[in-house]
């Protein structure tokens, strides 16, 4: 029984130092997406303290952005039921022999 136990010790003391590698790497990668945080974070704000715009400015330009974007997509989507309809209103003309 006695390399039993002993063998039984050697696992358990490999499996500590295992979770102990572990914890070391797990550590480090936290700290290693920590400072990518960061870095990114300060890459974020540097252009916008170079250009000397606020936060806030930035952050209104890109809703401006967004709402041209939507009024744009739905000018276009208007346009397309409109030609559709002219198509239509074009086809039942020129079927009747009216225009050609």
């Known amino acids: 029984m006695g390399k039993a136990t002993s063998a ?8 500590q130092e ?3 590698k572990v914890t070391t790497l ?3 990668l936290t700290r290693s ?3 990518q945080l960061r870095h990114l974070q300060q890459q974020q704000q540097q252009p916008s303290e170079a250009a ?10 890109t809703i401006g952005a967004a709402c041209r974007s939507e009024r744009h997509e ?11 309809e002219l198509r239509q209103r074009l086809q039942k ?5 009216e225009l050609k």
Request: hydrophobic fraction near 40%; aromatic fraction near 0%.
């Open 18 to 20: 295992e979770r102990g």
């Open 26 to 28: 797990q550590a480090e």
């Open 33 to 35: 997406r920590e400072a």
């Open 93 to 97: 003309t020129l079927g009747r022999g």
């Open 8 to 15: 039984a010790q050697e696992a358990r003391d490999s499996l």
């Open 52 to 61: 000397g715009v606020s936060p806030l400015a930035l952050e209104m330009a």
């Open 74 to 84: 739905k000018i276009i989507a208007q346009q397309r039921i409109a030609l559709s």
